[in-house]
């Protein structure tokens, strides 16, 4: 199974910002700390940007600024913006109607996964980018 790395990227790229205090960043350089490609970086850079966690500032010294206050973001904070606020999917395939497990397996599926990801939500709202930083 492939693992979705992004709000893991976007956690990273938070607490880089975060530890500038208030520097404005390149994106080279916050690719350089993920060790990751830029255009991946500022791909992530523009949701975060458009949540109004980050601001871009344009020009030869422009670069990334944090601009809300890493102990009031959350990884909860970072997944909404990333639009990922579903953890788990049903598979799209149709149910064989023939088979009884296949025919309640999306609903039963579904009650699963929205009890898990409500335990996940919670965690993810008391988990600041505060918290990520080194101490």
């Given at each position: 199974?492939i693992?979705?790395?992004?709000?893991?990227?976007?956690?990273h790229?938070?607490a880089?910002?975060a530890?500038?205090?208030?520097e404005?960043v390149?994106?080279?350089?916050v690719?350089g700390?993920?060790?990751?490609?830029a255009a991946?970086?500022?791909r992530?850079?523009?949701?975060?940007t458009?949540?109004?966690?980050v601001r871009?500032?344009?020009?030869k010294?422009g670069?990334f600024?944090?601009v809300?206050?890493p102990?009031?973001?959350t990884?909860?904070?970072?997944s909404?913006a990333?639009?990922?606020?579903r953890?788990?999917?049903?598979h799209?395939?149709?149910?064989?109607?023939?088979?009884?497990?296949?025919?309640g397996?999306k609903?039963?599926?579904?009650?699963a996964?929205?009890?898990?990801e409500?335990?996940?939500q919670?965690?993810?709202?008391r988990i600041?980018v505060k918290e990520?930083?080194?101490?």
């Open positions: 199974m693992s979705n790395t992004r709000l893991a990227v976007a956690a790229i938070v880089v910002l530890s500038k205090k208030g404005s390149k994106s080279r350089y690719a700390s993920v060790n990751t490609n991946f970086v500022r992530i850079l523009c949701s975060l458009k949540a109004g966690i871009a500032e344009m020009g010294s670069g600024k944090l809300k206050d102990g009031k973001i990884l909860w904070d970072l909404v990333l639009g990922e606020e953890l788990f999917a049903v799209k395939n149709p149910a064989n109607p023939c088979c009884p497990v296949s025919r397996m609903e039963s599926l579904g009650r996964f929205s009890r898990v409500k335990a996940a919670a965690q993810m709202k600041s990520l930083l080194p101490a």
